[in-house]
């Protein structure tokens, strides 16, 4: 099952990539100088994109596993 390898490291890399994004992202904001209201709509947006880049960096992690064990 070496054909699922490729795959989990190229959703692994999706999801790494997306959390550095996040992480640029609330940079910015942070730079910007926002209020508490416009922090807090920067950081709540920023929740749902770090959850699914978590996921989809943890299913990546689970393709590549099973591929390596089967």
Do not use: E, F, H
Not at 23 to 35: E, S, T
Not at 43 to 59: V, Y
Request: charged share 10%; proline share 1%.
């Amino acid at each position: 099952m070496n054909w699922l390898i490729i795959p989990g490291v190229i959703v692994t890399c999706i999801g790494l990539g997306l959390l550095l994004y996040i992480i640029a992202r609330i940079w910015r904001a942070k730079k910007q100088g926002l209020g508490d209201a416009g922090m807090k709509a920067q950081l709540q947006a920023a929740i749902a994109w770090n959850l699914a880049a978590m996921g989809c960096s943890a299913i990546g992690l689970i393709i590549v596993v099973l591929g390596v064990l089967l």
